[in-house]
T-cell receptor
Framework: KQEVTQIPAALSVPEGENLVLNCSFTDSAIYNLQWFRQDPGKGLTSLLLIQSSQREQTSGRLNASLDKSSGRSTLYIAASQPGDSATYLCAVMMDGQNFVFGPGTRLSVLP | GAVVSQHPSRVICKSGTSVKIECRSLDFQATTMFWYRQFPKKSLMLMATSNEGSKATYEQGVEKDKFLINHASLTLSTLTVTSAHPEDSSFYIC????????????FGPGTRLLVL
């Protein structure tokens, strides 16, 4: 059974810092991996999607990497801003059907 | 990008009543829709997968008679929480996958259910 973990569970940083969020998964037979952002009481916003054959994806200040063999992904946020404060969820897709979500990292960027 | 809506966004009901939540794909056809449940400060847990025109597939531990799912059209799936109890209070999120065959899922904004 696939299990997804995320470290740290919570993170508080001053504005401007670069930061790394970590995601680990136990079964490397994934179809893809996706990072989402969730604001309090809201739905999910897709940030980056990495196919199983890819190593990384970039969008603006965000960079996500994938090492499928070791079951790890990282989300790098450059020059963090208060507007980046949210919960970041890592999810892996198995067999192109279902997502398995990690517990999330709650990020607070202090002005 | 594709848009998925949910209605209502939040609902408060009395214990014992039934509540229906709608999930709509607004600008694409979705052969498959997924229903997730999220407890406070916890991650999303898949409840069931529904395919248009067929019965939903429920995850282990999810009572199908408690959480009725109907996917009658390519743009609408409904989740009915029957005889709701306070422990059913949660955040329910649906997602939809395009009929084109791509595996991209689009998530709805969620529905907050509070059962008194």
């Amino acid at each position: 059974k696939q299990e997804v973990t995320q470290i740290p569970a919570a993170l508080s940083v001053p504005e401007g810092e670069n930061l790394v969020l970590n995601c680990s998964f136990t079964d490397s037979a994934i179809y893809n991996l996706q990072w989402f952002r969730q604001d309090p009481g809201k739905g999910l916003t897709s940030l980056l999607l990495i196919q199983s054959s890819q190593r990384e994806q970039t969008s603006g200040r965000l960079n996500a990497s994938l090492d499928k063999s070791s079951g790890r992904s990282t989300l790098y946020i450059a020059a963090s801003q208060p507007g980046d404060s949210a919960t970041y969820l890592c999810a892996v897709m198995m067999d192109g059907q279902n997502f398995v979500f990690g517990p999330g990292t709650r990020l607070s960027v202090l002005p | 990008g594709a848009v998925v809506s949910q209605h209502p966004s939040r609902v408060i009901c009395k214990s014992g009543t039934s509540v229906k939540i709608e999930c709509r794909s607004l600008d694409f056809q979705a052969t498959t829709m997924f229903w997730y449940r999220q407890f406070p400060k916890k991650s999303l847990m898949l409840m069931a997968t529904s395919n248009e025109g067929s019965k939903a597939t429920y995850e282990q531990g999810v009572e199908k008679d408690k959480f009725l799912i109907n996917h009658a059209s390519l743009t609408l799936s409904t989740l009915t929480v029957t005889s709701a109890h306070p422990e059913d209070s949660s955040f329910y999120i649906c997602s939809a996958r395009e009929a084109s065959g791509a595996f991209t899922q689009y998530f709805g904004p969620g529905t907050r259910l509070l059962v008194l």
